[in-house]
């Protein structure tokens, strides 16, 4: 039995179904008016297809025998779990990161800077505010002047704004921590492949 790791194992997995895709399984051949031995090419054509058929077969059961060795060994270490958790923890946080602008595209140590704008943009922004900057938007369409027709308010208060940096920080907390646990296992955890697979790939060029 070979070891690999699981790297080596996505790697090598990967590498068959690139071998699957490009395995010749043509179901007819093309017979041109001047062939002199139609029957010949048919035969031989036919044979080759067979042989095709044999080779896809046996890198199919291949594969899917990696691939359930794969499974069991994440199985074991968790790995499933904690792809399952990253997952959910990056929709989370694009849903977040949309209701503060900006917070998306910066680094960690931002997120104050963003913040305070968003707090900002809070107080500035009053209720009072808007609605004086509506009543005045208002007047110079009656007027019959180009202009905006809309205002943005905010809808976020501090106590709102905080919250949500505090969900987005732990968020980004632990992606981080969950992507250097993945690198980790990724670069530890062994999958035990059959030699003779291993060895049947090898005289496919498969690897």
Do not use: W
């Not at 005045?136 to 019959?144: C, L, V």
């Amino acid at each position: 039995m070979a070891s690999l790791t699981l790297t080596k194992t996505a790697r090598l997995q990967e590498r068959i179904r690139a071998a699957l895709r490009e395995l010749p399984l043509l179901p007819h051949v093309a017979i041109g008016i001047f062939a002199l031995e139609p029957l010949t090419t048919i035969e031989r054509e036919a044979a080759r297809l067979r042989e095709n058929l044999d080779v896809l077969t046996r890198l199919l059961a291949i594969l899917a025998q990696v691939r359930a060795a794969t499974g069991r060994a994440n199985a074991e270490c968790g790995i499933g779990d904690l792809l399952a958790e990253k997952a959910g923890l990056e929709e989370e946080l694009s849903l977040l990161t949309k209701l503060i602008p900006g917070v998306g595209r910066a680094d960690a140590g931002d997120f104050d800077g963003f913040l305070g704008g968003a707090k900002r943009r809070s107080l500035r922004r009053h209720a009072g505010e808007i609605e004086a900057q509506v009543n005045a938007m208002r007047a110079r369409y009656e007027q019959t002047e180009p202009g905006e027709t809309t205002v943005e308010a905010p809808l976020l208060d501090d106590a709102d704004a905080e919250r949500l940096r505090e969900r987005i920080v732990a968020c980004r907390r632990r992606l981080e921590e969950i992507g250097d646990r993945l690198r980790e296992l990724n670069g530890g955890i062994r999958v035990e492949i059959d030699d003779a697979m291993l060895a049947y790939l090898r005289e496919q060029e498969v690897i």
